[in-house]
């Protein structure tokens, strides 16, 4: 598979996971702006293994460290890092609301500068993600991210 096959198919999985995204609850039950500030850990050879830490910050003021694991099979192969990775979560009511499994596709590719986008989901709540890195990977998968409080 080329880079510009794995790209597309990286666009086109996201572009499908946001469209899934539900939009803000009746005024009543006011949405919040929350954000995700992470780094990770990857391997990858047919199953691939993630770890991580991070930061949720919401519009409100409220801060949760978390961390991050994941777990997928697919079509990939590699070792790499995510450094000041950056995500955006829709669908959330409170910060605790971002705490749990999310399913999960992604496509990577990467050598020396390495790089992911996905978006994950979990009923209402999803988060897109994106960040850069270093290390050698490539491949598509589908699993499981899970946020769990630090």
Known sequence: MNTKSLGLLAALASALALS????????????LDCKLAYQLNEWSLVYKHATGTGTVTCDNGQTLPVTISAKALGLTAGKWQIDKGKGR??????????????????ANIGLGKSG????????????????SGEGVNIGVDIGEFDLAAK
């Open 20 to 31: 899934s995204v539900q939009p803000a609850q009746a005024a009543g039950n006011k949405s």
């Open 89 to 106: 979560f829709t669908g959330v009511h409170a910060i605790n609301d971002v705490l749990g499994k999310y399913a999960q596709a992604s």
């Open 116 to 131: 992911a986008t996905q978006v994950v989901s979990k009923g209402k709540v999803s988060l897109a993600l994106a960040g």
